[in-house]
């Protein structure tokens, strides 16, 4: 596809996205703040369903990885001890003419001030992206603490109280989903780049000398866990890190690189092997010991961790971008969200044929019931065909029409998103249809 076709599907994404109400421009009424997005009615449902499957994947299904929520403000030594006061910067020029501030390392070499086009640019200098805020109620008592620019540090101090408390053996993990923040010097790209965002964290501790092994099980399992999301194989891939490229903490890491349609192919997640930076930082730092007895051994050291590390929004443009179809039926264009049933915002939509009473009882009969369990949507308003479209623009999978037969037969009509086939289901079978096609 060419570059300039990639853009305006790019476009109509987002225009669906604000349209059908996925994602809206932070404080938008006030001119908009920049970087930050608001998900919408369905975008919460849509994030809120990527954010299920990963924990169900990382933690609920497994018997080695435990929970945690952390507090986004943790003490200031924290972030001393991780490095991220000293390192966790990006360098940041600006444009001596019209006082653009621009990430150096993503201009490339001798091009021009893309705001002025003038090449009259300040010296490069280190830009810490840690928000900094105060705590205390008074001026001259307050404290700088920093809203976390990673939830990994809440799971590194308390990797012991975890241990102690849920008696757990080597290897294991503690996952957590929570905010992030970071003072990006560029945003854009809709939710790619934005200074306020969900991430989802795993850290998986293990003995040291086998962390080349659980790295390279990570990689998999994480590319797998897109693809049976129904990410397509040919936009997704993983790389591995040249050195100079590593973050300050990392031994080696891989990126899960998606093919997004305004840059190519860049970082979706990042999975590191942080050896045991962290923990040692921690406890020469706090001067708690934080070391491992592994009773098997009759030994005692500092586990090394692998991170599969990646931001919910990120995922989600990415879950948003691969299912975007545009298709010709008959003539008509057709819009269609073709979401894995799992992620779809909603299920099944309920639709009687026509405004008539009795298949409205009916419908709304079946809508609550279904409602139980999962979120459904009614819809009596325009034809049916218009009805089917709207449904299939938001992704719904099913959508259950309700006509005069059903008055005779007791069944109902559903259509499937993206066969568009249609087949006849007893209303007392519905649920347990809709129960498997669903999972
Ligand atoms: N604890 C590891 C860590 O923070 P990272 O590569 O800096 O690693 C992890 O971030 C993931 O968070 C990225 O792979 C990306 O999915 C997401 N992410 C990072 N910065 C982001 C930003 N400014 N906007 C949206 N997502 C971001």
Known sequence: MATSEKIQIMEKIVSLAKRRGFVFQGSEIYGGLNGTWDLGPLGTLLAKNIKEEWWKAIVQKRDDVLGLDSTILHHPKVWEASGHIKNFTD???????????????????????????????????????????SLGSTEEDAEVVYLRPETAQGIFINFDNVMQSSRVKLPFGIAQIGKGFRNEITTG??????????????????????????????????????????????????????????????????????????????????????????????MKTSGKDLTYFDEDDKDKYLPYVIEPSVGVGRAFLAFLIDSYTE?????????????????????????????????????????????????????????????????????????????????????????????????????????????????
């Not at 008959?330 to 298949?359: C, H, M, Q, W, Y």
């Not at 009614?378 to 992704?395: P, V």
């Open 91 to 133: 360098p940041l020029i600006e444009c001596k003419n019209c006082h653009s501030r621009i990430r150096a390392d993503h201009l490339p070499q001798d091009s021009k001030c893309l705001t002025c086009g003038k090449k009259d640019f300040t010296k490069a200098k280190d830009f810490n992206l840690m928000f900094k805020t």
């Open 189 to 282: 790209n809709f939710l790619f780049r934005v200074r306020e965002f969900e991430m989802l964290e795993l850290e998986y501790f293990v003995k040291p000398g086998t962390e080349k092994k659980a790295h390279e099980y990570w990689q998999k399992e994480r590319l797998n866990w897109f693809l049976n999301l129904g990410i397509k194989k040919e936009n997704i891939k993983l790389v591995q890190l040249l050195k100079e490229d590593l973050a300050h903490y990392s031994k080696g890491t891989a990126e899960i690189w998606y093919d997004w349609p305004f840059m190519g192919f860049g970082e979706l997640e990042g999975i590191a092997s942080r050896g045991d930076y962290d923990l040692k930082q921690h």
């Open 327 to 439: 298709e010709e039926i008959k003539g008509e264009a057709r819009t269609v969200l073709k979401f894995n049933p799992k992620l779809a915002p909603i299920k099944v939509s309920v639709l009687p044929l026509v405004k008539d009473e009795k298949l409205q009882i009916i419908a709304k009969d079946i809508y609550k019931d279904l409602k139980e369990n999962w979120f459904v949507t009614y819809d009596e308003t325009s034809s049916i065909g218009r009805r089917y479209r709207r449904s299939d623009e938001i992704g719904t999978p099913f959508c259950i029409t309700v006509d005069f037969d059903s008055l005779e037969d007791n069944s109902v009509t559903i259509r499937e998103r993206d066969s568009m086939k249609q087949k006849r289901v007893s209303v007392t079978e519905l649920s347990e249809y809709l129960r498997v096609k669903l999972s």
